[in-house]
Structures are given as structure tokens and as C-alpha cells.
């Protein structure tokens, strides 16, 4: 079953916009991540938040988790038409080490218009 | 550099047909490899990993199975094909000390 869980399932903005993405998960975590797919292609890691970390930026991403209420916010400011994608968070219960794996939600599909 | 090779990118099967994707990775050593199926909008369901070669672990109960004959590729076989099985299966690896995963490109799998 599902870990994390993404809201909203759709997002249609348009260039320069910022865009929120949500994440909410049922259990402990040691870490959560966000992955982008780009159609029929894989998955491509774009950060990682810990457990004891509350904000993160990578360029134009800024990820915010706060376990208290089992939720994470994936933002992507001053968007593109190249952001168009689908975004996944994972949770991961173990952190690294041989028994690590990671839970999917269902994704959101973003859309930038031009 | 390390990269993963997975194929092929697409296959059509007949019900009741076998299957095998192969997954390799280069670059590095003693990775962890997993499987994982999507299917249009339920998001990406964990099918197998492994830790060593040999070492297989199942997530759900299933027409697959999977096998690591070597430390670096990973198959997924099945002796008969259904039509549940149609979906786009991606192969992936993490080192040991290392949290992200790294993906292969996918097959997309038909099931006719």
C-alpha cells in the first residue's frame, strides 16, 4: 500500500508561477524524497529531507517537513515549461543500509503553460 | 560514473507468454537493485529488492519473480503472462551508505 499520499493529484500553472506540492505519509520516517518523471521515462531524484531537518532548498526547490503532522511540501518557484512533469515523494522507514527501501505515493502531474 | 541499463524500453506479449527483464548496473559494487511496477495512476509499487546476489525479497504475492545471478543485474521473469501484469516496470539501484535511488528508463510492458 501507498505511504505517502500527494495532493493535489493535478496542477496547471503558468510560466513564473510558483508551484506547492503536498505530501502526507502514515509512519515513522528516517527520510522523505521527492522524485520527478518526465513521461515514460524513470524516476529522477531531486532531494532528500531527514527526519530531525525541517527545510531544505536545492535552486528553485524548497522542500519543508514536519513530522508532527506526517507532511511535506514540495515548491517550485519561478516554474518553467520544462518543470512539466510528474512528482513523487518516497518515504524511507530505515534510512540507509541493506534493508532500505523506499514507499511511493501516487504522484502529482504538473503542467506549466507557456 | 555510475549508470544502470535496463531493456528493453518496450514488449509486447501474448497472455500466457514468459518474460525476462534485465537490469544491469556499472560503476559500482554490492548495490541494493529493486523492481518496481507502475501502472496508470496508483503511482510505483515495490515488486522485489535485493541486498547480495541470490537474495530475493517479495513485496506482494504475484505472477513474478526475480532473480540476481550476479552482483550487478537484476531479472524479472514470469513463466506465463497475464493481463494484470501490462505496466511500465522500472529497475533501480542504491549504494549500502546512500539513501536516494537511481532509475533505470523503464519498459513499458503490453500484456495483449
Known amino acids: 500500500s501507498q505511504q505517502g499520499e500527494e495532493d493535489p493529484q493535478a496542477l496547471s500553472i503558468q510560466e513564473g508561477e510558483n508551484a506547492t506540492m503536498n505530501c502526507s505519509y502514515k509512519?515513522?520516517?528516517?527520510?522523505l524524497q521527492w522524485y520527478r518523471q518526465n513521461s515514460g521515462r524513470g524516476l529522477v531524484h531531486l532531494i532528500l529531507?531527514?527526519?530531525?531537518?525541517r527545510e531544505k532548498h536545492s535552486g528553485r526547490l524548497r522542500v519543508t517537513l514536519d513530522t508532527s503532522k506526517k507532511s511535506s511540501s514540495l515548491l517550485i518557484t519561478a516554474s518553467r515549461a520544462a518543470d512539466t512533469a510528474s512528482y513523487f515523494c518516497?518515504?524511507?522507514?530505515?534510512?540507509?543500509?541493506?534493508?532500505?527501501?523506499?514507499?511511493f505515493g501516487k504522484g502529482i502531474t504538473l503542467s506549466v503553460r507557456p | 560514473s555510475q549508470t544502470i541499463h535496463q531493456w528493453p524500453a518496450t514488449l509486447v506479449q501474448p497472455v500466457g507468454s514468459p518474460l525476462s527483464l534485465e537490469c544491469t548496473v556499472e560503476?559500482?559494487?554490492?548495490?541494493?537493485l529493486y523492481w518496481y511496477r507502475q501502472a496508470a495512476g496508483r503511482g510505483l509499487q515495490l515488486l522485489f529488492y535485493?541486498?547480495?546476489?541470490?537474495?530475493i525479497s517479495s513485496e506482494v504475492p504475484q505472477n513474478l519473480s526475480a532473480s540476481r545471478p550476479q552482483d550487478r543485474q537484476f531479472i524479472l521473469s514470469s513463466k506465463k503472462l497475464l493481463l494484470s501484469d501490462s505496466g511500465f516496470y522500472l529497475c533501480?539501484?542504491?549504494?549500502?551508505?546512500?539513501?536516494?535511488?537511481?532509475f533505470g528508463s523503464g519498459t513499458q510492458l503490453s500484456v495483449l
Open positions: 533501480a539501484w542504491k549504494g549500502r551508505a546512500n539513501e536516494k535511488l537511481f
Open positions: 509512519t515513522s520516517i528516517n527520510n
Open positions: 529531507i531527514r527526519s530531525n531537518e
Open positions: 518516497a518515504t524511507d522507514a530505515t534510512g540507509a543500509g541493506a534493508n532500505s527501501k523506499l514507499t
Open positions: 560503476g559500482t559494487s554490492n548495490p541494493n
Open positions: 535485493s541486498v547480495g546476489i541470490g537474495q
